[in-house]
């Protein structure tokens, strides 16, 4: 895997390279005379080959032992650094200075990751060929089967810190210049940078060495903020968007597919793109992964792409990749997108294990085929530039796409599950560092011999059922993590795990013959609990939930309980509860003290008829609610949540009215189809609840649409039979969905020359409409639907002609 990082990174070397070429005659070269003598000078450059030997020549100056580059994210920082440290190695043996033990290679310290001092000595380590934490937690079981004693963890990392500082010490005598150490991707707050500056000079013992070798360490560091104060030998770098050409001969260079060259709409994007005077690297970048990847999955229409990207590069993520779940890439995109939102950078094993969970990988897959099909994507979403790979294999988002969220509606509607990242960001994040596949599993990396270090295990029942329970999982007591698909048992007790004190996470996914649970509430650790596809699980012990208490996610879905245990509302500490398809489940009990829910899902659990909480007004972090096919008759009061995003009652036949959603000022998705009893929503309704984007009312029995709603991007009324009118949609100018298909009583339609973005306008089977608006200034529109009705006719034809990509269903 190391490789393919290094292959990843090379792909940017080669555009910058070309591009320097290509642009050497538009900057000067060398460093102004008076720039080591100016010591609060800022230069502003552009991620160019020519630029980054500038900064390289830069730190050659011996008035000069830091240099920071700063720029917003997507300017090319990171690969800035690269380059310089590509440089500094490169002259080294040109010069024939480098020695065997590589004493002059640079430190490279990914910061995006989340670190305490541990894994950023673990970083350290690796690159001084020290052992890493893993490797002392092998040694420490070891030697405690030996000795009968431990070293105490601050006895371990005063060792630690030792044979660091020891190392670098042994690193600047032999160094014949100087060694560069590189910070890159400082995103924190400025403390926060500080706090891990100061533990790096803590490990590496520099205030010690700046003494002792003084000019014999230089300290690169890349950031996003420019604040912060200046000190002897600093230098700060603003690195900027790139120019217009600059970002043409790069887009140029990254087009790995001919025929999008050739298209007329790829001339009519290397104008438009020419013409902007900044132009941020990343974003070109994504913009050419994107083509690359409509070209060759044939996932799009190019010539729709290209037109999107003419007019913005947002436009043409959302037609790419905003796109109902289904596909695997950009499913797992998704949630590396809140993943790594939360965690920073991860390796590459951790994201593809969280992919394996989450369920974006085929779930009836075998974990070792479920890597593999997740490694593959990984490497697309690489070449497509939308995640990269750093130094240890570890991947990061690229920069042009932390702000999806605003746009694509996937940045606010993805809801993971079981939600690793989101129940244990402050609880154990490195529950899944060092995790590996191996003998057909997926385990924390460790000899044979240790398997008493493992800490997270994900196996396949069919792989579990070869193994004697109690020999396997009484050799693995550090288990913090374990994962069995498709288990073949019948009582949990089987497994033999219940001593394991220091279980976090337990997944019994699909576990289709399991009867009874009741020894799980053993585990008193358990934070995620998910137990699925347990049909013959009909009772859960009554007290079993004072035991597990600190449950933060429990997911019990398609189980076959009826009702959930007098001890349920202990469970105070939940943020996301899961009991979807559980059909014979029938009411949901009081949920008074779950103050810190942020997600409930019920869906689908087809016999579920009451709720006993009559207002969910306590729930301030409630995010999402979702009773889809469920028989509910009454929503519980939603009024005044502030957080909430998404609100679902699909398919809830016997929902009788709608609750108001005065100030829910999130509120992004409503959806109300397929609730058939509802008649009315009060004009007010959705006073307050500017955020709207989709609103799904099709099905329901309403006559008139309250006229205060307004940005919406889809709206969908289909089967709405007794809708006889429709407000005024001028406040829709996002709206790129209008579905009235089967609106049989709807006689007219408003003015619709405001919706400048609508794309799709269905109408087939509106029976009473006699005639069509004007449509002609809908420039974006490219389905028009009017089967089963009267309205064509050439008049409508004849304002139709301009319109060439328009398809009419007629």
Not at 673 to 689: P, Q
Request: charged fraction near 30%; charge should be negative.
């Amino acid at each position: 895997m190391s490789n393919t990082g290094a292959s990843t990174h090379e792909i940017g070397e080669e555009h910058e390279q070309v591009s320097a070429q290509e642009t050497s005659g538009e900057h000067e070269m060398g460093i102004p005379q008076n720039l080591s003598e100016q010591h609060n000078e800022v230069m502003k450059l552009t991620a160019t080959e020519v630029h980054a030997e500038k900064i390289f020549h830069l730190l050659e100056t011996s008035s000069v032992s830091k240099i920071i580059l700063t720029g917003e994210a997507g300017t090319g920082k990171t690969w800035m650094a690269r380059r310089i440290c590509k440089l500094f190695q490169e002259k080294r043996r040109i010069c024939k200075l480098a020695v065997e033990n590589n004493h002059d290679e640079p430190l490279w310290i990914s910061l995006e990751q989340k670190h305490d001092e541990s894994s950023l000595y673990d970083t350290i380590a690796r690159q001084f060929s020290l052992p890493t934490s893993t490797d002392a937690r092998e040694d420490t079981g070891k030697n405690e089967k030996k000795e009968g004693s431990v070293k105490s963890v601050k006895e371990e990392m005063e060792e630690k810190l030792k044979a660091a500082q020891q190392k670098m010490e042994e690193k600047l005598k032999a160094a014949q210049e100087f060694i560069l150490i590189v910070l890159d991707g400082q995103v924190g707050t400025m403390t926060e940078n500080d706090q891990k500056e100061e533990m790096v000079n803590k490990i590496l013992g520099l205030e010690v060495c700046g003494q002792n070798h003084k000019d014999k360490f230089k300290i690169l560091i890349t950031r996003r903020d420019n604040n912060g104060g200046w000190s002897e030998g600093m230098k700060k770098v603003v690195v900027e968007p790139l120019s217009g050409n600059e970002a043409l001969k790069l887009l140029n260079k990254e087009i790995v597919v001919d025929e999008v060259l050739q298209l007329q709409g790829f001339k009519e994007l290397s104008e438009a793109i020419q013409k902007k005077s900044k132009v941020l690297p990343a974003n070109i970048l994504m913009l050419a992964g994107t083509l690359n990847y409509i070209a060759k999955d044939n996932s799009g229409n190019l010539d729709l792409a290209l037109e999107a990207a003419v007019n913005d590069l947002r436009q043409l993520l959302r037609y790419t990749y905003d796109k109902e779940p289904g596909n695997c890439m950009i499913d797992c995109f998704w949630h590396s997108w809140h993943f790594l939102g939360k965690h920073g950078g991860v390796h590459y094993n951790e994201l593809i294990t969280n992919w394996i969970m989450e369920r974006d990988l085929n779930p009836t897959d075998p974990i070792e085929m479920a890597y593999e099909e997740g490694h593959h994507v990984l490497m697309k979403l690489i070449d497509y530039h939308l995640l990269k790979m750093q130094e240890d294999n570890v991947v990061v988002l690229e920069g042009a796409t932390l702000d999806m969220n605003e746009y694509c509606r996937r940045g606010y509607t993805e809801t993971a599950d079981p939600g690793l990242a989101s129940v244990l960001k402050d609880y154990d994040w490195k529950v899944l560092e060092g995790i590996t596949p191996a003998d057909g599993m997926m385990k924390t990396l460790c000899s044979d011999k240790k398997e008493e270090m493992i800490s997270s295990l994900l196996i396949d029942g069919s792989r579990l059922s070869r193994e004697v329970h109690e020999t396997f999982f009484g050799a693995k007591p550090n288990l913090s993590m374990l994962a069995i698909f498709y288990p073949r048992l019948k009582s949990f007790e089987e497994l033999s795990i219940s001593k394991m004190e220091k279980l976090l996470v337990l997944l019994l996914r699909g576990s289709y013959l399991l009867e009874d649970i009741k020894h799980i509430s053993k585990l008193k650790a358990l934070t995620v609990l998910e137990i699925s596809g347990s049909t013959y699980l009909k009772e859960i012990p009554d007290e079993f939930f004072n035991q597990v208490s600190g449950l933060r996610s429990l997911n019990l879905s398609a189980v076959g309980i009826e009702s959930l245990p007098s001890s349920f509302p202990e469970l105070t500490e939940l943020r996301r509860l899961i009991l979807r398809q559980c059909s014979s489940l029938r009411e949901l009990p009081k949920l008074v003290n779950f103050s810190k829910l942020e997600v409930i899902d019920l869906s689908e659990s087809i016999n579920l008829e009451k709720i006993q909480e009559k207002s969910f007004k306590s729930f301030e972090k409630l995010q999402l609610i979702n009773f889809s096919g469920t028989k509910i008759e009454k929503l519980p009061i939603v009024k005044s949540l502030q957080n909430l995003k998404i609100l679902l009652l699909r398919g809830c036949r016997q929902l009788v009215g709608m609750r108001s959603l005065k100030q829910v000022s999130s509120l992004k998705i409503l959806d109300l189809s397929g609730a058939v009893k509802i008649r009315e929503i009060m004009y007010d309704s959705f006073e307050g609840a500017d955020d709207l984007r989709e609103l799904d009312l099709s099905e329901t029995q309403i006559q008139f649409l309250p006229s205060d709603i307004c940005n919406l991007q889809k709206l969908r009324l289909k089967g709405c039979s007794s809708l006889i009118d429709l407000p005024e949609l001028k406040g829709h100018s996002n709206l790129e969905e209008l579905d009235l298909s089967g609106c049989k009583s709807l006689v007219k339609l408003p003015d619709l020359t405001a919706l400048q973005n609508l794309k799709i306008l269905v109408l087939n089977n509106c029976s009473k409409l006699e005639s069509l608006p004007d449509l002609k200034s809908l420039s974006k529109l490219e389905t028009l639907d009017i089967c089963g009705t009267k309205l064509w006719s050439k008049d409508v034809e004849d304002s139709l002609t301009r319109m060439t990509r328009l398809q009419i269903l007629k």
